[in-house]
């Protein structure tokens, strides 16, 4: 039976490509893609799932989710990274479709139809889980498992020196999730940093002549482009790809319990997420946390899904 999953991206090129491996793999059914802004603005997001979905053409089309804007979102600008559409500049051009539900609407109704046998996988800012969590009490009794790229346990953070992207974005809505009685699963940038795909992959992609092989042909080059200018990398984090792996390849992945919670007033620290690792933590443990890797087996794991088209 394959695993129902709904997916939460603000694409950018890893959410991209993560998209790819999802869609890709016959163990997940993808029951629906939700846009929420991070990367790019949320409209922009919104325009970016529907591109990306058009470009991939699935035999069973996921329901779309449109972003909106965050009500506590932290200014922040990644366009260097991924260009000002979020896609390099593949000036997708995008079916004008009938009005699409709001992400947070999407993801109640589908995890209200499937109670307890949904996995939310969030590679973008909290915001949307945190607002149909907010407009459904219920509902984080309901979801299976939430499983979040974000945060950082002991290294520094990414877009500032103590946060990571997604936490900072809304780390309100970080908080809300965070202290939320849902079953979590975090899987921070002291792992996914640890992973690096190099020019090789270009070699490793399924041929043009699939969707997947033309559609990461088209937005991976701008992706080595941004890390060479803005890290001085020869190669690309793939931060999202590296959380969908450990959904569905877990035992390449070493977890531990940990008690976490997220900063959102610090003037340095907003947006950073803190977990009570004393001698004798006084905290609740509130989620599992990927503490470490079998490196070479996810980026082998990774290409392997990425090929696994149809
Ligand atoms: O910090 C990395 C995360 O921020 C990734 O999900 C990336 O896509 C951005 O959302
Ligand atoms: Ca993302």
Same mark, same amino acid.
């Given at each position: ?62 329901? !779309? ?68 969590? !907010? ?83 088209? !937005? ?91």
């Amino acid at each position: 039976m394959a695993r129902k999953v709904i997916i939460d991206v603000d694409p950018g090129i890893d959410d991209a490509m993560a998209l790819c491996m999802a869609l890709s793999n016959p163990e997940l059914d993808v029951l629906a893609v939700t846009a929420v802004g991070g990367n790019v603005a949320p409209a922009q997001a919104t325009r970016n799932v529907q591109a990306i979905i058009e470009q991939l053409d699935p035999s069973r089309w996921p329901r !779309l989710g449109a972003a909106s804007e965050p009500d506590n979102r932290l200014a922040v600008d990644r366009r260097s990274l991924y260009g000002a559409d979020g896609l390099g500049g593949a000036g997708f051009v995008v079916a004008e479709r009938q009005h699409l539900l709001p992400s947070e609407k999407v993801i109640c109704d589908q995890v209200r139809d499937a109670p307890h046998s949904v996995t939310l996988i969030a590679l973008g800012p909290l915001t949307n889980i945190a607002r149909a969590f !907010l407009r459904d009490p219920e509902l984080p009794s309901l979801v299976g498992r939430i499983v979040i790229m974000g945060g950082t346990v002991a290294g520094p953070g990414n877009i500032t020196p103590a946060a990571e992207f997604n936490m900072y974005c809304d780390p309100i809505a970080a908080q809300t999730v965070f202290r939320s009685l849902s079953t979590k699963t975090l899987i921070p940038l002291d792992v996914t940093n640890r992973i690096e795909l190099s020019y090789d992959l270009f070699n490793r992609l399924p041929s043009e002549s699939t969707r997947v092989g033309r559609l990461m042909r088209k !937005l991976l080059p701008a992706a080595f482009r941004g890390y060479r200018q803005q890290f001085g990398l020869e190669g690309i984090h793939v931060h999202d790809s590296v959380t969908l792996a450990a959904v569905v390849h877990p035992e390449l992945f070493t977890m531990k319990s940990m008690a976490g919670d997220v900063e959102t007033q610090g003037e340095l620290t907003a947006g950073a997420t803190v977990f009570d690792r004393r001698r004798v933590p006084a905290w609740r443990h509130n989620m599992e946390v990927a503490v470490d890797v079998q490196r070479d087996a996810v980026v082998e794991a990774i290409l392997h899904d990425l090929c696994a088209v149809e």
